[in-house]
């Protein structure tokens, strides 16, 4: 048994506006096991919507359409008369709904709704009223053969409202996507692990799918399947048990937290401060780091030190080095990493320099290239990279960089079996 | 005619990941004026990508398909062999895409590529290649009866890296969804502006529709049409002028740029510099404006100072001030603007001192309250705020702030007409 969801309005299919409610709607269903097998959008245009109705319709396996979108007031409002329409069941006057609706133009606006708000106070016959009182639209649920179709407004607050009036009125289901423990990793490229882990995954059962997500350095890896089956979760859970086991050197969460956030987790299991300095990221890193609620524990300061002279003014970079090397040199990165540690009196300095793009770059240093650095009070580490893309992408590689030194950094501290 | 997108992956359909490509293929197809009649997601799972393919394939309207995802090196991405299959024609190793693979691991990781990745140089028979040159997967275009297939790489950067090349083997149109003009402005909020102008739109056509898009303090504004008709086009332009002319005090694009990339363009015509000074934005105010290429010509350093030690040694804020008004404070915001104007001997100077949240507030300061300030040579101007949101938004509404102020404050120092 599966779940679709079908947004209604050109403003999403014309690229106007980005989708919240599908991506909302979907996590929830995913959430209590009726993941859905598709979402569609489609325009507020009645042969395609009618359409798209019947390619869901159409499908055995999905039971339960959420519909959102197209119970405005207006004229290119078309869901209600088209579910009318297509299931046979004449719309009918809910008077109490219109009480409410000219209840809230009165202490809304303090006036009389218009009168094309009135088509709002129509449910079609037999359909089951879903109450909104944060809008005037209230959503229905028709029950069609093996089928339960919702219909609610699409303004993303009134969609969130609804989804506990939806969720339990959802079929029970046995049979179900199921998603098992994830991984995540960083430090190895998406192919490169998905090679070493496959004798893991030779055997597989027909039913039990691994999906691999690549997120800018990062790997998120799955095992999910589609029934709740406690043999499939089983096995599911072996195999992800001897990835982080034998993959330790790359894992940091078992549980989807981002980077900065099992890192801010580490720092504060281990009482340690960072500060950063950072050239090319403008402020990339601390933002990152700063956007974990508590990070004041462990974050007291960062520069961003664009030009040379704040370099040499504000960590004390020496102006010689920078002429020798460059500013994009690993010595730089370096006396970056060194000097924050040694000025803000943090546990660890990061420092970093490269050449975001598009213009700086020269024939030895090109857009993309990249020095990270990270000081305790023993040693420093530089890493060189060269990045590829936009200006964008080379900051944020170049910031998940730096927090994947900081992070297996910080996990070699922490002892074996923590 | 019109397209239809089709974007494959389960991490997608389950909610664990927000779309970024259809909304940016849907804006591009819109703008060319082939909006989409669809926009669809699938999961990883071979039977419901070709129904979901078989949709579009029976739909005449639609004659032009782009699917992205599921070209990637492991065994869960199926879009190659699906097509492959539907179509009849039998995948071909291209040598000169499997060198590229090999040149790409060699210069980025200096290693081989793992075996899978081999199947990431293999083709539809007959289908144009689309080349890659900033991931492994090529894309290509498969040409069905009347209709064009292109398939390219999910991964958002490498999707919007494809659009030139599918754009220009799209096939040719007239009958259009078009949009005109559109204008930005920030400093007034969606209901008022739109209150405002209701007198120019009082006369619109009925194939002319308004559209607003709030985003985080700014209004978008555009006005669209179905019908590619020059006068309907007049008309909005007419109306566009009007509200560039009347409400000129909150307009800061009518091209679509964003508010750090107009304020970067005001800061290099007038050729003055900007420093920062943040306490709860963490480095985001300073990232936002370092995303902006060539920056470095009028931001040259920015401080986080998150802690009070920082801010008093760094910036000079005295500690009796902080103690006598708290650390988010007025006084505070105003000593933080004008302490890093005088450090670094920027022209402006910003700072920012908030609770984002969740924790860190008293009954006198909530979580959402910041204090931005901006220091010119002459005068300092300090907007308190109260913002409701999670940690990420405050930060963000507070960023938006600080660039609105800026905008309007370099805005005031360019001669009228210009």
Known sequence: MKSAILCIGTEITSGLVKDANASFLSQNLTRVGLSPKYILFAPDHAESILKALDFYLDDEEIQCILITGGLGPTEDDLTREILSDKFRKKLVFIPREWDKIVQFYHRLRNTIPPENNKKQAYIPEGSALLENPIGTAPGFMIQFQ??????????????????????????????????????????????????DIQSLLNHLPQSLHPAYLPF????????????KDPELINQAETIIKKIKTNWRQYLFSDWGENLEEACGNLLRKLGLTVATAESCTGGFLSHRLTNIPGSSHYFNRGYIVYSNQAKSEDLDVSSTLITT???????????????????TGADLGIGITGIAGPDGSSQEKPVGLVYIALANQ?????????????????????????????????????????
Chains 1, 2 share one sequence.
Not at 176 to 190: A, D, L, N, S, W
Not at 381 to 392: A, I, T, Y
């Open 325 to 343: 090397h460059g500013a994009v040199s690993e010595e730089v990165a370096r006396a970056l990493a060194e000097g924050v540690r040694k000025k």
């Open 378 to 418: 023993q040693s420093t580490v530089v890493k060189k990279q060269l990045f590829s893309g936009d200006r964008l992408t080379i900051k944020t590689l170049s910031t998940q960089t730096a927090l994947t030194m900081l992070y297996f950094h910080l996990q070699e501290k922490i002892p074996h079996g923590q």
């Open 146 to 195: 093996n089928k339960k179709i919702f219909a609610v407004p699409g303004v993303p607050k009134e969609t969130e409202f609804f989804w506990p009036l939806i969720e339990e009125r959802l079929p029970s289901n046995d049979s179900q996507f199921y998603r098992t423990e994830m991984v995540k990793i960083c430090g190895i490229g998406e192919s490169q692990f998905g090679t």
């Open 216 to 227: 800018f350095g990062e790997v998120w890896f799955y095992l999910y399947s589609y029934r």
